[in-house]
Each structure stands twice: as structure tokens, then as C-alpha cells.
């Protein structure tokens, strides 16, 4: 019997910010078993002294997957295992779509991931979708859907996706959107929003996410227009008035160590606004508004000085006085990782096993107005990037060798990952980040996810111990793994019948939300 | 490798299950 490789040893911090000294929490990051045990029960655990913990304790973890006489190389094979499920059934069940109209921007920030695009020319970056290429595209998710695909969500992505010369651009998506059921997000600097509230409103659009970067001169001078006007009283009064018509915004403030006075300011104008005591009005019913959601993200810049990491945004907002819960909430990567661990407390599903952190490795049809598919945001505008394309002639999409590429930058097969307890947690991390640190995209890229995750795990079940006395906090994924057979964990790796994989993965319970 | 020219056409195949009803979970 062995601690498993996957295993994280963590403090319980109560509501009063200290620890708490009795116990500790134990997380198997492959099964996603969270479970609080007695202090010295997990010193025994760190020593290696199995037979001094007692007996209905042991049974408990043996069956949650924290303890273990699985070899290294078996506790792989049900990563494999599950990441096979997962590529061969979950991700291949959808196809989510991001649109850029056009690589045009009414903007100029200066550290706009996308500024090597200005290089090629105004013609190449005014040039607008057309309305061949919006059809070829349907036509495109049409033949999925009819081959057994679900058809997911629709992002309107730029360059700048809503500027108001493209209102009839943006409509004739949204149509096609709507004739499919497909839901609608936007990503916008919030300039024009006022000219599409009536289409927002008018198709199944979700949300509308508008960052900012400080208040007033601070904002205008980062969010800079491209003929220098000022940015941010535009921004604000468009976003309270998509608020009034019902329309959700999420209000992102980026922070860098240029901006870090933008946290107090902000929120103070936010407050003296009566964005926030609308908002909590709204929460009680009294009421109209769309939901309003305001977080901090850290600025990525390419100025490496000025980067502050979600780890510091997190510390930057603690010292200013604001609580853990309020970091949970507010602070982008804290706040992801909190909701997602309060999600597996409620326990009515596993860990999520994707080993694919996002779009790029998943599968979604990043379009260009030009028709050329991208696998990941940040490499829009870069032909040599390219995946494929959408052809306009015969509406399908057609795949170059580096799509098979990205489908397998997966966790399960980047060799830090394979052994590392976060692996379900941070699926490998961002491509386009780990490319700024190691120059390759194909590496893994931690971040401050381990900082976050723990932080959010010691918080979250340290509360819950304190209000409930619960020690067994998820589900785990070690029970159901271990009542699979030899054949049908051979079945789920080899056979050729998704329809046969799917049999055995229900009857084994594995997706309990299915 | 095998395993990402398998993933290419992977690509091109068709989901012989019901994409509406498995899509949320994804």
C-alpha cells in the first residue's frame, strides 16, 4: 500500500483565516476525491506509517483512491483510460463555433495580443465576413449536426466583433444562430454595444463580456481609441444601458503593475455608479436588469515587468483588505477554480476528465473572415497557424496536419502532466501562455493554477467542515474505475464502436449527469 | 505519431450517438 501519485496534502483554513489543527484535506487529483481526515492521520500518510491509521479509515481511503497498490504505471492507465472516454465520447458529441467578422478593431491597446496583425494592411484587416462565407459555415455545422454532432454555443470574437458598420454582418450570424438553437457570447470592447442592444436582444445572445482597464484617463490611455477619443464613459454608459434593457454583462478588469490603483478606483466608481447596489437589487427580485458580474483578471502583456500572474492579482486584492470569499468571487483563475470545486462538493458528478484545457485541443471551428480555421485565439491573423479552412464552394471544412496536432495537446500526453495531482484541475494549462515561456506550444504551462486551487480547496472545504462536520466532500471516480473488467477497460481502448464504448461507460457509471 | 494521424481523421468521422442529448456535459 502506497500514497497514490496523485495525491495533495493540503490545511483546512476555517472563516477566521487560520488553520485549522486538527485536520487536514486529502485531494487525489486523478479520481477527484476531497476528503478531511484527522492530522495525524495524514502525518502517518507523509511518513509512510499505513498501519497507524485506523481501520475504517484506511477502507475509506483505499476506496476513494488515496491510498493505493496500484503501480505508477496502473494509476496512468486510468488517466489514459478516462482521457480516452472523454476524447472518444464527450469532446466528439459537440461542435462550438467562434466567428471573427472582421480582424478590424475601432481600438489600439497597446497590448493587444493581436497587434501583428496591424502589419498587414488596412485592406487585409477592413475586409468583413461575407455572406457566402457566413452561409459555407452553417452549411458546414448543418453536415455535423446530420453525422450525430450537437451543435454548442456561437462566440463573436474580433478584432473588434461589434462595430456598428457591421450591424447587418453581426444579424445575418445571429440569424443562422438562432435557426439552430445555438446560444450566443460576445467579446467586446463595448464602444458600439448601444447600436446592437435591439439585436442582442432580439436572438438567444447569452452574454455580453466588456473588460476595462482602470477609470477615466487610466482606462482611455490603455483602451485607446483609435482616433483618440476617450474610451471609458462610452463603455460604462453603454454597458448600464444593456444592463437596463435584461442584457448580462461581465464587466473584466484587466490588472497590471501599471494599473494596480485601478482596483479601489474602479470599484468605488462601479459603487458611487449604483452598478452594484442595482445588482444586488436584481438578485432580489427588484429588479429587470441583466446580471452583472465584475472580476479581475492580470493584464497578459508582453511587457514581462508589468505582469502581475492571477497569483498576484489574487495577494494585490488580499492586501488591500478584501476577504478570501471576495478573492473567490472576484479574482478571475481564484474565482473559476472556487465555483468549480463548490460544484463537485454538491456531488452529483465526478471530476471533470477532459485532459483538454480549451477550444484549441477541443475541437471548435475558430473562423477568420477569410474562412481560414485557427486552433487557438491568440494565433489569429498567422496563416502559418492555420488548421484548415471552411470551403466556401462546397460548405465542409477541410483539415491541414496540424490539427491533428492540437486534437493530442492534451494532459494525458504532455510528459509533465501525466504524473502531476493537478492534471483534471489545470488539463495542461494555456497553449498560447506556455508558447510566451518556453517558446513551444506543445508544453505544459502551470501558472499559478496550483496557488489557486489550493487556496480555493482549503478555504471552501475548511468552511464546510466547520458548518457541516462532513468529511467525505465529492464523489470519487476510484469506486466506479475499479468495478470495470480486464475486457471492458480492453473494449473502451480498442474498439472501433463509440455506440460499445458508450454501453460500458453508462452501465460503469461514469457520467452520472447522463 | 499514430496517434495524431488517427486523431486527423478521427476528424472525419461521424458521432454514431445522440450529440443533442451528450452536448451539456461537453
Given at each position: 500500500m502506497r500514497l497514490s501519485n496523485y495525491e495533495m496534502i493540503l490545511p483546512l483554513i476555517g472563516a477566521d483565516e487560520k488553520?485549522?489543527?486538527?485536520r487536514a484535506l486529502l485531494v487525489n487529483g486523478l479520481y477527484g476525491a476531497f476528503d478531511i481526515v484527522p492530522k495525524r492521520c495524514a502525518d502517518f500518510l507523509i511518513k509512510g506509517?499505513?498501519?497507524?491509521?485506523?481501520s475504517s479509515l484506511w477502507e475509506q481511503l483505499a476506496r476513494r483512491g488515496h491510498?493505493?497498490?496500484?503501480s505508477l504505471e496502473e494509476e496512468i492507465a486510468d488517466l489514459e483510460l478516462l482521457a480516452h472516454i472523454d476524447r472518444r465520447i464527450i469532446q466528439k458529441s459537440r461542435i462550438d463555433l467562434i466567428i471573427m467578422?472582421?480582424?478590424?478593431?475601432?481600438f489600439r491597446c497597446?497590448?493587444?495580443?493581436?497587434?501583428?496583425?496591424?502589419?498587414?494592411?488596412e485592406t487585409w484587416l477592413a475586409k468583413v465576413m461575407s455572406h457566402e462565407m457566413i452561409q459555407a459555415i452553417f452549411a458546414a455545422l448543418d453536415d455535423y449536426r446530420s453525422r450525430g454532432y450537437g451543435l454548442g454555443n456561437c462566440t463573436l470574437y474580433g478584432g473588434?466583433?461589434?462595430?456598428?458598420?457591421?450591424l447587418a454582418t453581426v444579424r445575418e450570424i445571429a440569424e443562422n444562430c438562432a435557426q439552430r438553437e445555438m446560444k450566443i457570447e460576445v467579446l467586446t470592447?463595448?464602444?458600439?454595444l448601444a447600436s446592437f442592444i435591439p439585436i442582442i436582444k432580439e436572438f438567444p445572445f447569452v452574454f455580453v463580456q466588456v473588460p476595462l482597464d482602470g477609470v477615466g484617463k487610466t482606462n482611455d490611455r490603455l483602451r485607446r481609441h483609435k482616433e483618440g477619443k476617450d474610451t471609458y464613459e462610452r463603455i460604462l454608459n453603454n454597458v448600464d444601458m444593456a444592463l437596463e434593457h435584461g442584457i448580462g454583462v461581465n464587466m473584466r478588469i484587466n490588472i497590471s503593475k501599471e494599473n494596480l490603483s485601478s482596483i479601489d478606483e474602479l470599484t468605488d466608481d462601479l459603487k458611487r455608479r449604483g452598478f452594484l447596489a442595482k445588482e444586488n437589487e436584481r438578485r432580489m427580485g427588484q429588479n429587470q436588469r441583466g446580471e452583472f458580474v465584475h472580476y479581475f483578471k492580470a493584464t497578459v502583456t508582453p511587457d514581462r515587468n508589468s505582469f502581475l500572474g492571477e497569483g498576484g492579482v489574487a495577494r494585490e486584492l488580499l492586501e488591500s483588505g478584501r476577504s478570501a470569499e471576495y478573492v473567490m468571487e472576484h479574482s478571475c483563475l481564484y474565482g473559476i477554480v472556487a465555483r468549480y470545486i463548490r460544484k463537485l462538493f454538491q456531488k452529483d458528478t465526478y471530476v471533470d476528465?477532459?485532459?483538454?484545457?480549451?477550444n484549441a485541443e477541443r475541437g471548435a471551428l475558430l473562423v477568420d473572415p477569410y474562412g481560414l480555421l485557427f486552433?487557438?485565439?491568440?494565433?489569429?491573423?498567422?496563416?502559418?497557424?492555420?488548421?484548415g479552412r471552411v470551403d466556401e464552394t462546397q460548405g465542409r471544412v477541410l483539415w491541414n496536419f496540424a490539427k491533428a496536432k492540437w486534437r493530442l495537446r492534451t494532459s494525458d500526453r504532455i510528459p509533465a502532466c501525466?504524473?502531476?495531482?493537478y492534471n483534471f484541475f489545470c488539463?495542461?494549462?494555456?497553449a498560447a501562455r506556455a508558447k510566451d515561456v518556453?517558446?513551444?506550444?506543445f508544453r505544459e504551462y502551470c501558472g499559478d493554477h496550483k496557488q489557486a486551487f489550493a487556496f480555493a480547496a482549503s478555504h471552501i472545504a475548511g468552511k464546510m467542515w466547520q458548518e457541516r462536520?462532513?468529511?467525505?466532500l465529492s464523489l470519487s471516480l476510484a469506486e466506479p474505475l475499479a468495478h470495470l473488467t480486464r475486457k471492458e477497460r480492453y473494449m473502451i481502448m480498442n474498439s472501433k464502436s463509440i455506440p460499445d464504448v458508450f454501453a460500458i461507460v453508462k452501465k460503469a457509471g461514469l457520467l452520472p449527469q447522463i | 505519431t499514430e496517434d495524431e494521424a488517427k486523431a486527423y481523421f478521427a476528424e472525419m468521422e461521424d458521432f454514431e450517438l445522440d450529440g443533442d442529448k451528450l452536448k451539456d456535459v461537453a
Open positions: 488553520e485549522i489543527d486538527d506509517k499505513f498501519s497507524q491509521v485506523d491510498i493505493t497498490t496500484k467578422p472582421t480582424y478590424d478593431c475601432n497597446p497590448y493587444c495580443f493581436e497587434r501583428k496583425r496591424l502589419a498587414r494592411g473588434e466583433p461589434l462595430m456598428k458598420e457591421n470592447n463595448g464602444y458600439d476528465f477532459s485532459t483538454a484545457i480549451c486552433p487557438c485565439w491568440e494565433s489569429v491573423g498567422d496563416d502559418d497557424m492555420a488548421v501525466r504524473i502531476c495531482p488539463k495542461g494549462g494555456c518556453y517558446g513551444d506550444y462536520g462532513e468529511a467525505e | -
